[in-house]
């Protein structure tokens, strides 16, 4: 076991060139290191020095670290880097002694370059209390972080820079000149800014596709008009109390109830063109029910009201002053994707092992979103192979939803002598798509459980 009682400072800039002018002698060493595990009062940290590979399994309160570390050979460390947390934190280090302390600036690469750690041993915690920086330090540390969290290890594994500057008004111009690409965030933003840009970022395509639609009745821009409406719901539901409950709660209502009639609209239209590739004849209620949901939302998406609504919608998501915040606005995107992940991972796994299509159908076009924005966050490789997963098994669930709808119309009996015959058939793909997706599911499952474990580490208590 080994005792250490250390105080730690962050830095502006690395100081070896003003203390190699006053006499400092430095020994640089080069680490790479990772974590397996991490709780809030105990780490597994697998640690690189040159070519020597330890194992060290800490227990920390305040001050005080125990250590108790022992040496592994290359090939364990190897087979432990497959279950490391991501990012590997990798940094020089350059000790010295100072007023024949031993010290050490910790200089971080990579994802964490920029960063600048000074850190001073003690004895005692006497001596730790009592210590004052040297006035040329003084200049050069931006504060102390000895008991701050953000600053240990494995929380820059976790989350990355603590003090990462993101401006939030410049990422939504960013939006609206760019349109459709890929958001990247940075783990230390809060979630109420991260789910907000995530949301403004849709409803911009949501007014693109409404002007598609409204021009030319763009049957695809529709459907796309749609799906953007489902994730808004979707990301409202999902990130509770982050954005004012009572403002969610008018926007989930208004937006449900119009997607709701597109959804509607879309089923009907899908009928109406199968109908027609195989020729049969709708019976005349069908035609005109279509007509009338038709009309009556291009007359909503082209009023005043709806117009009005996005506005309103807007003015919620470009907020800069906290205005619309609640109790969880501040929990880290990381932290809060997380918790959230895991859950609907739960979710997925028991609609497939239900085998209730409707459900298993909603519930993986959720991961799939979800993972489809926040797949960049943890770096797991499961999560690319499951986008992959939800992806091919999305589209069996959507052509056998596409089959119900067929086999619930209402056909003039007069023109379709032959339905019986087209039923059977489409009964029989929709069994033969049901035996792939049994298959595809085991897949999916044990990916899930895969993904499942490794989030866990990323919060500690429910979001």
């Known amino acids: 076991m080994v005792l250490e009682i250390k105080c730690k400072f962050l830095l502006d800039e690395p100081l070896q060139p003003a203390l190699k002018e006053d006499g400092a002698e430095f020994k640089q060493i080069d680490i790479l290191q990772f974590y397996t595990k991490i709780s809030s009062n105990e780490e597994i940290k697998f640690k690189k020095v040159a070519d020597l590979y330890t194992k060290t399994k800490t227990i920390k309160k305040g001050l ?3 250590e108790k570390q022992e040496p592994i050979s290359k090939k364990e460390f190897e087979a432990a880097l497959d279950c490391g947390v991501y990012p590997r934190i990798s940094k ?4 010295f002694k ?8 910790d200089i971080y690469k990579d994802e964490l370059c920029g960063l600048f750690i000074f850190e001073i041993e003690f004895m005692t915690r006497d001596d730790a209390n009592e210590f004052m920086l040297p006035e040329f330090l003084q200049n050069r540390v931006l504060k102390e972080i000895t008991e701050d969290e953000n600053y240990t290890d494995r929380n820059l594994a976790l989350f990355g820079k603590p003090d990462f500057k993101f401006n939030y008004k410049n990422s939504l111009k960013l939006i ?31 007014l693109k596709n409404n002007l598609s639609y409204l021009k030319s009745k763009d049957k695809n821009s529709l459907e796309k008009l749609c799906f953007n409406m489902e994730k808004t719901l979707f990301f409202l539901e999902t990130f509770t109390n982050v954005i004012d409950e009572k403002v969610v709660s008018k926007f989930i209502n208004e937006f449900e109830i119009l997607h709701s009639k597109i959804s509607n609209l879309i089923e009907l239209n899908y009928a109406l063109e199968c109908a027609g590739a195989a020729g049969f004849e709708l019976e005349k209620a069908f035609i005109t029910k279509r007509q009338i949901l038709e009309d009556e939302i291009r007359l909503c998406l082209s009023s005043e009201d709806f117009d009005e609504l996005i506005k309103e919608w807007e003015i919620v998501l470009s907020d800069e002053n906290d205005f619309y915040v609640s109790s969880n606005y501040r929990i880290l995107i990381k932290s809060s994707v997380a918790y959230n992940l895991r859950k609907l991972s739960l979710k997925v796994i028991k609609s497939l092992r239900s085998q209730n299509s409707k459900n298993a159908f909603s519930e993986c076009k959720k991961l799939n979103v979800f993972l489809g924005y926040f797949e960049d966050l943890f770096m797991i490789k499961c999560e690319s192979k499951l986008l992959k997963q939800t992806d091919k098994i999305i589209k069996i669930y959507k052509f056998i939803s596409e089959c119900k709808v067929f086999l619930d119309i209402k056909f003039d009996l007069k023109s379709s002598q032959n339905l019986d015959t087209f039923n059977k058939n489409i009964n029989s793909q929709i069994k033969k798509s049901n035996k792939k997706i049994a298959k595809k599911s085991k897949n999916i499952i044990k990916n899930l459980h895969k993904l499942s474990r490794n989030l866990k580490v990323y919060y500690q208590k429910e979001i």
């Open 92 to 95: 020089s280090r350059f000790s």
């Open 176 to 206: 609206e000149k760019l349109g459709e690409f890929k958001l990247f965030f940075a783990s230390s933003i809060s979630t109420y800014d991260a789910i907000r840009m995530v949301l403004f970022q849709i409803c911009r395509s949501m």
């Open 98 to 105: 100072l007023n024949n302390q031993p010290c050490s600036i």
């Open 64 to 66: 005080i670290k125990e």
